[in-house]
């Protein structure tokens, strides 16, 4: 059978094209995990395409709300573990691993190099503004 994945969202793939990441049996094996995880838990279902092409898709049921600017501003503040109102790379880092991302370094340098204006590796409360919108694009659900 010819499994085709649809992702619902193709502005966050992590890798240059699926057809590239598939040829990495590491990549391949990790997400195939992570598909057959979110098929057991219910999140994902097989279902018919209804294209003309005749296909096989994986369509998600996701009933999870992405975070607002609002409470991901929120979730930032919290993760100033020192209190000095700066998120260093490294806070960044943890509260994107606690947001689920899979690549949270990589989320980390890509905020920071989009929202540290004045390159001090620092997010202060001024540069907070354009990491919200760049955390907001990325649609973090909320985990029930
Ligand atoms: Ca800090
Ligand atoms: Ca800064």
């Known amino acids: 059978m010819n499994l085709t994945i649809v992702l619902s969202q193709p502005s966050d793939i992590e890798s240059h094209t ?6 990495d049996p590491k990549w ?13 838990n219910g999140t994902w279902e097989l279902v018919s395409s209804t294209s003309m092409q005749n296909l ?22 919290q993760h100033d573990k020192n209190g000095n109102n700066l998120l260093s790379k490294e806070e960044l880092k943890k509260a994107f691993d606690d ?9 980390a340098w890509r905020a920071m190099g989009k929202a540290d204006a004045d390159g001090d590796q620092h997010i202060s409360q001024q540069e907070m503004e354009a990491l919200l919108d760049y955390a ?6 909320i985990k029930a």
């Open 18 to 23: 699926v057809n590239q990441a598939l040829t």
């Open 28 to 40: 391949r094996q990790a997400m195939n995990d992570e598909f057959d995880a979110l098929v057991r």
């Open 56 to 77: 096989v898709g994986y369509e998600c049921k996701c009933t999870d709300i992405p975070y607002t600017k609002q409470q991901l501003h929120e979730f930032f503040k």
């Open 99 to 107: 947001l689920q991302s899979r690549n949270p370094g990589f989320r």
């Open 136 to 141: 907001v694009g990325i649609k973090y659900q």
